[in-house]
């Protein structure tokens, strides 16, 4: 991820959310060659009364490079707040690894002025 933080509103669902994935501490990027999928693992973070959890097969649009995209669902972004973010691989090998395992990305859901806040904007 970027240094800035990114930013959706409510019930959007573009443009998709991309991530360049690292190792540890940023030091170098994964390359994914031997990937068999990447989810995409979102839950809230400050309105905590209502847990939510976003999920989803990730599209591997540079293995090299360790570049992913997560194309939103249309409810996805439902919910206004914060995220924290992971990213589970699962290797060809076999076996599962996370990332980043030393803290979370985050994006932000702000909301949307144009309705009461239960239905999708027109």
Wanted: hydrophobic letters at 40%; proline letters at 5%; zero cysteines.
């Amino acid at each position: 991820m970027s240094a800035s933080t990114p930013t959706w509103s409510r019930w959007d669902t573009y443009p998709p959310y991309q991530a360049f994935l690292q190792q540890a501490g940023g030091a170098s990027v994964l390359d994914l060659t031997a990937a068999s999928s990447v989810r995409f693992i979102a839950k809230n973070t400050i309105n905590t009364a209502t847990t939510v959890v976003i999920s989803g097969d990730m599209t591997i649009a540079s293995a090299q490079q360790g570049f992913v995209t997560y194309a939103w669902g249309g409810s996805d972004l439902s919910w206004a707040d914060t995220y924290d973010v992971q990213y589970r691989i699962h290797w060809q090998a076999g076996g599962y690894e996370r990332v980043p395992n030393d803290s979370y990305d985050q994006f932000i859901v702000f909301p949307d002025l144009s309705n009461n806040g239960n239905l999708p904007a027109d």
